[in-house]
Every structure is written in structure tokens, then in C-alpha cells.
């Protein structure tokens, strides 16, 4: 699909906003000349007082075109976001679809509405939402409801906080659903021994650097992948050098994401327990055999079940469950009966994910049946009915490009049980030094919203090959503390 831009600014949005309405379509994004032929035109006609922005949709043979004009003395959206609530309409009234959350299209939309509620009140923060971002009025609320409840756990961090991010790239088999580098276990065999060898350094170096520059560990978190993949051995190792390197007595919480229940077993379990893990997920996506047949998963609702029951008699008291709305085959009455069974079982954490159709994802390449939006809109809509009730509330969320219905993914817990990772991961909180392949250091400013990233390389085969390479670009770290120091 053709997108002609009035100028380079406004290309990262255009086309944004137009996947929202068409996630999986080709777009060409371009500034100047126009070829012809069908596709989205934008426009913006600036006077002493006003700017105009008006589009013009031709596509399967019907034309709509839309225009609004803002004065200059009340703007107060940025301009690429006016002319996204332009084509917004265009693009609603062609496709028949009011997609929930507007023109919004970013990954944190609880973030921004923090930002406005200290900038402007929680009354006028809602109303923005509502009236200029054209945000449904349940997701508002709902993204309101998860600002308020993340302020308790910012509050905990301090200007030397950080967080440890561990990443363990490999998983029994690769879902159908899913886009991430991982690698599975019977390909990358030959990997491992190096791979946690050199995290182990890598680990230590940033040790050193934490150390140095006066930073205070708040949570460790253990990402994948799937991380129980590894041996308990290779747990151990990891988890040992992890106690030996860092100062972990201001340490509030120790995730691992167990994850795969194919993976778990209680050798390893008792390795993390060992190891003064606090917090793991065990994640069933949903406990219909035929859906986890449908996707790739080699384990049964009833493995599920008694991995997670073994985590309870090992002492586990904080564990966090997964599930995906949208998935091929499910129903809504399939996913009702999933989230009842999770609600039964009660765990402290909840999470409910929308179905993203990435690019690289197996469900996308063989063109599987997928469910356009409605549907798993019922799915979301029946665990944010189920879940209150039940005693859990929203924590945290964030949303992905290219998810049926252009939904959300939101993290529910019970009382006190917040993952305070998730927190400063979404609200972007502190710095989160990670090591592994595929990780991403993010590096905060205590003192301002200056986010700098420093990337590790994306695949384990780069990650050991290169990795004195790799190892350079910590000195990043120790740059940025000097250049932001107060």
C-alpha cells in the first residue's frame, strides 16, 4: 500500500497508524512525487494561525477523504499524531472498524498517561485520552486504572537503581506465534557449554561496573527463550555467579521465567529455589490441548497443572501464569474455560497477551487461519470481566504492532504482588543492564527521560564468536553515568 507524506517526520506514524487497520499489509512509505495509483495521501497547510491536515484514501475503488484544522494557540498534540487522527477517520470509515485505542500506537500507553496526569490532573489526562487520542472510553479507564496502580513500585526506585536482565535465547521447540531469536535446545546443543561460559563473564564485567559507578540492584529478571531449557547444572552456574559477582542485599525480587512446563522438572526448580529466586512464570497460554497442539507447544493443560503444583510444595509463592487471546483454533468459550482454570489455581500474576501476527512467526509464513480481531476481542473482554472479580487487579502493560484487533497485553495481580521488573521495563523506570544474546541495555537518566541503549549481538552463534567484541561496548555504560552525572 502507496503512503505519500507531506515530510520525513510524519513517515514513522502514517504508516503506524495505517497498520493498525491493516497488520499484516506491505506498506511504501514515501515523501514527494506522487506515481499514482491507489493508496493513502497526506497532507499539511500551515497559515499564521492554523495548520491543516487533511489525507485522501483510494482503495478498492471507493475515494474518502478527511480534513481537520488546529489553531495554533491550543495545539497541543504533536503534529504527527493530528494528521494520525485524520487519517484515523478515513481509515475508519473504510474499513467499518473503530480500533479501541485510537490513534494511539505506541508500546506504553500507561506512560503516557502518567506523563499527562502530572502534567495536566488525572481529569484532564482521561479527557485527552478520550477527545484527542480517540481512546475507548473501557481502555482509557483500564490504562488509568494501570498508572495508578504502577506508582507504588516507581516509587521504590531510587537515582542509583537498577536491574539485571538475563537472556537465555534457547526453548524446547519454537512456538508457531512466536518471532523471537531463540534457538531450540537440539540445534544449539553445541552452543551451550560456551554460552554460559561467556555469560557468566559477561555477568561479571557488569558486576564490575555496577560496582563502580555506585548502582544499587533492585530485581534480576531471567528472559528467554526459556530459560529452563538449560540444565540445572547450567542454572546453577549462571545463578552462582550472579550471587558472587553483584550486591544483592537491596535485591526486592528474582524472576526466572520458567515458562515451558515441558521444561520443568524438580531438580530444577530446587536449583532456582537454592539460588534465592523469588518469582517464576509458568506459562500455559491456554489450557486447551487441542489450541497447544495447534501451535506447536509439546506439553498437555495437565503438565501444566502438576509443574505448577510441584513449584507450589517446592515454596514457590510468587508465580506468574500466561495467556494468549487469538490463538488459532480457540474460542471464546475455550479461553473462558482457561482463564477459569487459571483463576482456580490462583497464582499471584495473571497475564493476558493479545496475538501478535509478526513477520517472522510461523503462524504468518504458512499464512495460518487467524481470527480477524473480534473474536479475540470476546477473549479479552471475558479475562477483563473474570479477573476483578476473581480478586486481581492490572498492573502493567504494553502493546505490540501488528496484534489481532489492535489489543493489549496486561499483566493482572492479586494484592501486593506486583512484578516490579515489568514495572520499570514499561515505564522505563531505571537502567536495566542486560547480558545475554539478543539483550538490550537500556540506560536511564536519573534525573530526565534520556533513554540511550547499548545492544548485545542478537544471535548465540554472533554472541560467542564475537564476544571480546561484544564485551567492548559495556565502556558505553561507564560513558553515559559520566556524561549525565549531577
Keep these: ?13 502514517c504508516e503506524k497508524i495505517c497498520r493498525v487497520f491493516f497488520p499484516t499489509a506491505k506498506f511504501d512509505v514515501t515523501v514527494g512525487a506522487d506515481p499514482g495509483g491507489e493508496g493513502m495521501r497526506t497532507f ?10 487533511s489525507c485522501r484514501l483510494t482503495l478498492g475503488g471507493k475515494e474518502i477523504a478527511r480534513e481537520e484544522s488546529f489553531s495554533k494557540n491550543t495545539f497541543s498534540m504533536p503534529r504527527e499524531m493530528a494528521l494520525a487522527r485524520v487519517m484515523f477517520d478515513a481509515l475508519s470509515e ?15 500507553p500507561s506512560k503516557l498517561m502518567r506523563a499527562l496526569i502530572r502534567e495536566r490532573g488525572e481529569s484532564a489526562a482521561k479527557e485527552i485520552f478520550l477527545r484527542d487520542y480517540k481512546v475507548r472510553a473501557d481502555k482509557t ?23 539485571l536482565y538475563v537472556s537465555i535465547p534457547f526453548c524446547p521447540t519454537r512456538c508457531a506465534y512466536c518471532s523471537f531469536v531463540s534457538h531450540s535446545i537440539a540445534s544449539a546443543k553445541k552452543l551451550i557449554p560456551d554460552y554460559v561460559k561467556l555469560l557468566s563473564e ?35 552456574a549462571i545463578t552462582d555467579t550472579i550471587r558472587a559477582s553483584f550486591d ?33 512464570s509458568i506459562n500455559p497460554q491456554t489450557f486447551e490441548n487441542g489450541v497447544l497442539e495447534a501451535v506447536g507447544r509439546r506439553h498437555t493443560a495437565e503438565e501444566t497443572i502438576e509443574k505448577y503444583k510441584l513449584a507450589r510444595n517446592l515454596g514457590f509463592d510468587d508465580i ?38 509478526k513477520t517472522a512467526a510461523r503462524l504468518v509464513t504458512e499464512k495460518a487461519d487467524t481470527d480477524n480481531g473480534g473474536v479475540t476481542a470476546d477473549m479479552v473482554e471475558c479475562a477483563n470481566a473474570l479477573l476483578p472479580a476473581a480478586g486481581y487487579r492490572p498492573y502493567y502493560m504494553y502493546r505490540q504492532s501488528k496484534t489481532l484487533g489492535n489489543l493489549e497485553n496486561v499483566g493482572w495481580t492479586k494484592p501486593g ?47 560467542v564468536s564475537r564476544f571480546g567484541e561484544m564485551l567492548e561496548r559495556k565502556d558505553e555504560v561507564r560513558r553515559f553515568y559520566e556524561s549525565v552525572k549531577r
Excluded: Q
Excluded at 483500564?142 to 537515582?159: N, T, Y
Excluded at 524472576?255 to 515441558?262: K, L, M, N, S
Design 1 to 13: 500500500m502507496l503512503i505519500i507524506c507531506p515530510a520525513d517526520t510524519y513517515k514513522y506514524e
Design 44 to 53: 499539511a497547510d500551515e497559515t499564521e494561525k492554523d495548520v491543516t491536515f
Design 94 to 108: 473504510y474499513t467499518g472498524v473503530t480500533p479501541p485505542w485510537g490513534v494511539l500506537t505506541g508500546v506504553r
Design 141 to 163: 479507564d483500564l490504562a488509568f486504572s494501570v498508572a495508578k496502580a504502577e506508582d507504588a513500585g516507581v516509587a521504590l526506585s531510587r537515582p542509583e537503581s537498577f536491574s
Design 202 to 236: 559477561e555477568l561479571r564485567a557488569a558486576a564490575v561496573l555496577a560496582k563502580e559507578l555506585g548502582l544499587r540492584l533492585e530485581t534480576v529478571y531471567f528472559g528467554g527463550g526459556t530459560p529452563t531449557s538449560l540444565s540445572a547444572e547450567d542454572l546453577t
Design 248 to 280: 544483592l542485599s537491596d535485591l526486592r525480587e528474582y524472576t526466572v521465567e520458567a515458562g515451558r512446563p515441558d521444561t520443568v522438572d524438580r531438580e530444577k526448580l530446587t536449583a532456582l529455589k537454592n539460588a534465592g529466586v523469588t518469582r517464576i
Design 320 to 357: 506468574n501464569m500466561d495467556f494468549i487471546a487469538g490463538l488459532p483454533t480457540d474460542t471464546p468459550a475455550g479461553f473462558r474455560r482457561s482463564i477459569e482454570t487459571a483463576i482456580a489455581l490462583a497464582p499471584e500474576n495473571i497475564t493476558v497477551h493479545t496475538l501478535a501476527l
Design 417 to 463: 504482588a506486583d512484578c516490579l521488573y515489568n514495572i520499570y521495563m514499561m515505564e522505563e523506570v531505571h537502567t536495566v543492564l542486560a547480558a545475554g544474546a539478543g539483550a538490550v541495555t537500556k540506560l536511564k537518566d536519573p534525573y530526565s527521560d534520556l533513554l540511550t541503549r547499548v545492544y548485545n549481538f542478537k544471535y548465540p552463534y554472533e554472541y
